[in-house]
């Protein structure tokens, strides 16, 4: 089974409101290959939501305490953040993975860059907190982006 970001199946579910669909997301849904989850909701926020991203590191900082996720406003929503992470690897470990398609640039779910924390839309390498925490506990995490290379290796 392969565990999707939730806007990536067409769910209107990011931060703004919208969704990110992807067609090869779609398919594997209706294939019953894929399942989808947005660690931000399981995490309590509501769509929309303001922006936030990661100060002063990336996912694994969050993890060990070393970095927090702010929201634009200055809010920090670090355990809401973890929350979602955790809940989504329990969900990971239920369906039994193979692997895992998350939303690139997100605090939460991006798999090889992220947003800067500066707020300008300025990327970084590095890893949302649930990323991480899958990565962490042996799940492959790929994105959207990479997805393809994933599907023809199998």
Known sequence: ?????????????RYNGT??????????????????VCPELLGGFSTPR??????GGEGEDVLDGKAKIIEKSGRDVTEMYLKGANLTL????????????????SPSCGSATIYNGDFKGKKKVG?????ALLK???????????????LVEK
């Open 50 to 55: 303001e922006p936030a991203e990661i100060i």
């Open 136 to 150: 962490r506990h042996g799940f492959t995490v790929t994105s959207e982006e990479r997805l393809f290379d994933h």
């Open 19 to 36: 969704h990110s669909l992807d067609d090869r997301i779609l398919e594997l849904m209706r294939e019953n290959k894929a399942i989808s």
């Open 90 to 105: 329990l969900k990971a470990q239920e369906v039994g993975a193979t692997l895992v398609v998350l939303k690139e640039n």
């Open 1 to 13: 089974m392969i565990l999707v970001s939730s806007c990536l199946a067409g769910l209107e579910v």
């Open 127 to 131: 890893n949302g907190v649930t990323s």
